[in-house]
DNA sequence: GACGAACACGAACGATTGCTCGTACTTTGA
DNA sequence: TCAAAGTACGAGCAATCGTTCGTGTTCGTC
């Protein structure tokens, strides 16, 4: 008879099943990416991982709790890699230096996890990617945040917030088009999108390389790096 | 016995038929307008449309086949709705004036057609919807073509063309951050969509208002009007 | 008024999908 | 060593959805 509800807390994972989890959240990661969330059959993720339908449900209780997984994944995975791309030194730069850096990050993390550009940009016309989406946004702003108030500490909680939001929306509306474009052409645009961020936020957060404002500790406590 | 093939050429339609037609297209207008395009059931928009299941099939062969008379409508709505908004007096504005319309325009829109906006907005991220917002994109960077090309006459068609598309682009992106914020929150969104289009298009097309160039014969054809 | 075509109905088919269930093997811990 | 819990299987259930089909009604035309 089966002990327990699989989601349940209480359960003792033991070793092989934790590396069950994670073959499957990358079975699901390969599918999604491949495919697009609504289209992402649980039998699909199940046989990727080499794994059979039933066995996939002793470790979620169902096909949106993967979902959350795999946010959840990637919430920290992008918080890493923005939090080493995007450090103290780096906000000073010049304001199109830092843009480059930016969005060639972007460029890089989207043709590394197809997966989490696929859930990153998840449409607001889609509720369930909606909040996806949305939870995913909220950590890369969260970084910007701090990046923009590198450059100008007096910057109150609002605008920067509206700033963040405002830049991460821009991206996600130009990126289809970035990537949708071939060869040369993607360079151009590209080139458009840094344009529009830089005389957008080059009034506010200053265009030049920021001097270093205090010798002071530093603003945010640094993250546990893992 | 059935005659034939409903979505077949050669079929005369009668009053009736192509009332009933019209009927389940606003039907599905407003199915999808609720739940978007993936949830909008055939059966949902046909009991909508106060219609049989069967019925639906009489006039459309399949679902795509009434996703794809929908963008045509739409094509068509949004193409008139832009020729009388955004005719050659207005495009000659101060640009400041005239991105004021262009955005106050398509909060309009959108409010007005929240189905057009789904099929707008389809993510690049579900296969069927990103040819349907790929065609309306194409309508309304037409329009934004010929604007851009009234105020800078000399401006090349390949400069024009990636104007027009990140504009749009960036609309896209950031107009879900509009319509999902609040009161007064939501006027403070648009402002910065308006500055940030005005900044990347102002050294392009200009900020002050155009002088007529030439009292030569219009540019475009005037449009069949409705 | 009669014939064919267009229109209309709605039960049900076939395919798909998320998920369950009965069963059997493996690991853990006492 | 042995029972309880964890892991694994895969056939198949239940629900949904797009679509078909047999039948009956209305319309246009002569």
Redesign the interface.
Known sequence: MAAKRPGEAGVRRQERGRRRMQEILDAAEAVIAET???DATTNAIAARAGVSPGSLYQFFRNKDEILEALVQVFTERSRDFWHTRLDADTALLPLDELLDRIVHAMAVFKDERPAYW?LF???????R?ARASEELHAGVAARLRTVFLWRVPGLPEERLD?LA??SI??????F??V??AEGEQRG??LA??K??LL??LG?VVGFGAVPRPVPAPAPTPAPPVT
Chains 1, 2 share one sequence.
């Open positions: 697009g969330y609504e696929v940009h998840g449409s607001p016309t889609s509720a990617l509206l939001k405002v929306a821009t991206a996600t509306g130009v289809p088009l990537m949708s151009r645009v458009e999108l344009g529009m005389s957008y009034p």
